[in-house]
């Protein structure tokens, strides 16, 4: 299959395009030539869009579809449409499904299920059995069948020596462990973040010493074993000061934020609405600002949409037993140019360093991997802009800006209209 792509701003630091709007021709999922007035050439198909800006692939860190065990919520293929759809090129599946992809079997079915789509799927294999945080799961078989890391998603591991034994273990094989960071004791019977807003509304309250407490403890280990540390989805100002610190010691951690902590507030929870229930909970302005700074310095190395999706009878509920999660895919891209600038949101979006994944260069001989967009225009998501099976999106309502208009990955394009 032979593309033209026309006049498409290339925006990739590490491109010797950069910045500039060129052609490009793609052949059987490489890229053949870049300049500028390609000509034509018979059987081909051009892609061509209003101000078009043209990335590396986007990558999304943490995904929950559902499959197998909760297809109600989301299916593997269908949520790999809707990534592509969202702009992703690659999702990392977390391994909340039931049962848990704890062992080789289960990740071989998940990647199974994922040949021959656009967005390619990087399992995630739990950390302990059943992400029961009990026994260690079968971390090198996993491995070898292509997990990517290992972590029990939003799941803390209590047991300090558990996940001292975890860090030490996955060096022998360069794996990479990722602790989900929230002291259960502290947290309790929490359900939103400790503040004015929660004492307002009555709701018991998540202090942010849950999570700062439980990612200093981690620190701690990593600091004695080793190997490398993923912290996911950080929501607190102390939180990145501690990682920033830990980075300038030397130490080999990585941490990502999420779409929602760096858009949206506590404040949100006025009306008790339950889209907006989330773990680690909706923080304070003050949290939410120091968390953008954070992405700016590179303290944070990855921005998560932490896609979600959540059985409907399970958010129409009182706030106090609702089931937390929200999906993200589909407003990641438009809720985080509100707020970043377009070549820091494209950085974080692009970052696969931390997974130790392929990242190709916007270059000739290179792989075809990108995402079409483009940052200009502003919209309301709505839910006809939801894709997902689930629709519990926390951006119902809110001002979007830009828009994603596809994907080519895979010698496959796929274009959202």
Request: aromatic share 8%; charged share 25%.
């Amino acid at each position: 299959m032979k593309i033209i792509i026309r006049s498409a701003k290339i925006i990739d630091s590490k491109s010797p395009f950069h910045n500039q709007t060129v052609d490009l021709l793609i052949a059987d999922g490489l890229i053949e030539k870049i300049g500028t007035s390609i000509l034509d050439i018979d059987d081909t198909t051009e892609v061509k869009f209003n101000n078009l800006h043209l990335s590396q692939g986007w990558f999304d860190s943490s995904v929950s579809f559902g499959e197998p065990g909760y297809e109600d919520r989301e299916t593997i293929a269908n949520g790999l449409n809707v990534a592509a759809k969202s702009g992703f090129t690659a999702i990392a599946l977390q391994p909340n499904s039931f049962p848990v992809i704890d062992n080789q079997s289960q990740v071989n079915f998940v990647k199974n299920k994922a040949n021959g789509f656009a967005t390619e799927l990087f399992p995630i294999g739990a950390l302990t059995k059943a992400s029961e945080g009990k026994d260690m799961a079968e971390l090198f078989d996993m491995k070898k069948s292509g997990a990517i890391a290992f972590g029990d998603y939003n799941k803390s591991l209590e047991n300090a020596n558990l996940l001292k034994i975890a860090l030490q273990y996955v060096q022998d094989f360069d794996g990479l462990v990722i602790a989900y960071s929230q002291d259960a004791n502290i947290k309790g019977n929490g359900v939103a973040n400790e503040g004015i807003v929660s004492t307002r509304l009555g709701l018991k309250g998540i202090p942010n010493l849950a999570e700062e407490l439980q990612i200093a403890r981690n620190l701690f280990l990593l600091e004695y074993t080793g190997g490398k540390l993923h912290i996911p989805t950080i929501s607190t100002a102390k939180s990145a000061q501690l990682i920033r610190e830990a980075k300038a010691k030397g130490l080999n951690i990585t941490c990502s934020v999420s779409v929602d902590h760096l858009v949206l507030t506590d404040e949100k929870l006025e009306g008790f609405d339950t889209r907006f229930k989330v773990t680690p909970p909706l923080r304070s302005e003050a949290d939410r600002t120091a968390l953008l700074n954070a992405v700016l310095d590179g303290t944070i190395d990855m921005i998560t949409s932490d896609h979600n999706p959540i059985d409907i009878e399970f958010k129409k509920m009182e706030f106090d037993t609702a089931k937390n999660g929200t999906i993200g895919l589909e407003s990641a891209f438009g809720a985080l140019l509100t707020v970043l600038p377009l070549e820091t949101v494209i950085s974080k979006l692009t970052s696969r360093d931390v997974f130790r994944l392929e990242n190709n260069t916007i270059e000739e001989g290179a792989k075809a991997n990108f995402t079409f967009f483009t940052p200009e225009g502003k919209s309301i998501f709505t839910r006809e802009n939801i894709l997902s099976k689930s629709k519990n999106s926390a951006f119902l309502g809110t001002e979007i800006k830009g828009s994603v208009y596809g994907i080519l990955n895979q010698n496959q394009l796929v274009i959202t209209k």
